[in-house]
T-cell receptor
Framework: QKEVEQNSGPLSVPEGAIASLNCTYS??????FFWYRQYSGKSPELIMF????GDKEDGRFTAQLNKASQYVSLLIRDSQPSDSATYLC?????????????FGTGTQLKVEL | DTEVTQTPKHLVMGMTNKKSLKCEQH?????MYWYKQKAKKPPELMFV???????INESVPSRFSPECPNSSLLNLHLHALQPEDSALYLC??????????FGQGTRLTVV
C-alpha cells in the first residue's frame, strides 16, 4: 500500500464548475496535510494546509480532513482554465521528528472552456 | 517572505564531474529538504535536515552527498552521476511539521 494515494486523472471539469480532488494516506499518526499545485516544468506551490478534522476555506479553495477515515480532499470552486495543473497531496508523518513530507502521485486537473 | 532560492537553475554535467547544488532560505525554518522529481512523477524525498542535522536519508546512493553548513543553507554535492540521475532537484524548507516551501529547482542533465 502506498503511503499517500491519489487518482492520477486526468480530471476534466468545465469552467465555473467545482473540482473535487481526493487523497488517502496510510500513516494513522500523520499530523499535517498539504495541497500543492504544480504547473508543468515548475516547482510545487503550496495552496492549502490543514491540521485539524473538518473544513478549511481560503478563497475558492476548501480543504477537508477526516483523520478517522484517513482522507483529505480539496475542492476548487468556480474552476478557471488557470487552475489546470497537477495537484499534489502531501502528508507529514511522525518519522524524522515530523518532517517526513511524503507526496501522492498527483491528480492532473484540466479545466475546459 | 516565503522564498527559497536555488542555484543554478540549470546544470549539465558529465559522468566524471563533481558539482554542487545550492539552496538558501531566510525564513528561520529549521527543517530543509532535498527532493528529486522525474517527469510526470511526484517529488521523491532524498534527505531531510532538522536543526542542521541529517534526520532522514531515504537510502540515496552515495554519489549524492548533502551538507548543511548553517541553518539557512543546504548543499547537495554530486559526483560520478549516471544519466538516469537527470531530473529536477527541489529544495524546500519548513518549520517543524509545518508548511514546506519549495525553491524553483535545478534542472540537472547528466551526459
Amino acid at each position: 500500500q502506498k503511503e499517500v494515494e491519489q487518482n492520477s486523472g486526468p480530471l476534466s471539469v468545465p469552467e465555473g464548475a467545482i473540482a473535487s480532488l481526493n487523497c488517502t494516506y496510510s500513516d494513522r499518526g500523520s499530523q499535517s496535510f498539504f495541497w500543492y499545485r504544480q504547473y508543468s516544468g515548475k516547482s510545487p506551490e503550496l495552496i492549502m494546509f490543514i491540521y485539524s478534522n473538518g473544513d478549511k476555506e481560503d478563497g475558492r479553495f476548501t480543504a477537508q480532513l477526516n483523520k478517522a477515515s484517513q482522507y483529505v480532499s480539496l475542492l476548487i470552486r468556480d474552476s478557471q482554465p488557470s487552475d489546470s495543473a497537477t495537484y499534489l497531496c502531501a502528508v507529514n508523518g511522525l518519522t524524522g521528528g515530523g518532517n517526513k513530507l511524503t507526496f501522492g502521485t498527483g491528480t492532473q486537473l484540466k479545466v475546459e472552456l | 517572505d516565503t522564498e527559497v532560492t536555488q542555484t543554478p537553475k540549470h546544470l549539465v554535467m558529465g559522468m566524471t564531474n563533481k558539482k554542487s547544488l545550492k539552496c538558501e532560505q531566510h525564513m528561520g525554518h529549521r527543517a530543509m529538504y532535498w527532493y528529486k522529481q522525474k517527469a510526470k512523477k511526484p517529488p521523491e524525498l532524498m534527505f531531510v535536515y532538522s536543526y542542521e542535522k541529517l534526520s532522514i536519508n531515504e537510502s540515496v546512493p552515495s554519489r549524492f552527498s548533502p551538507e548543511c553548513p548553517n541553518s539557512s543553507l543546504l548543499n547537495l554535492h554530486l559526483h560520478a552521476l549516471q544519466p538516469e540521475d537527470s531530473a529536477l532537484y527541489l529544495c524546500a524548507s519548513s518549520q517543524d511539521g509545518g508548511e514546506a516551501f519549495f525553491g524553483q529547482g535545478t534542472r540537472l542533465t547528466v551526459v
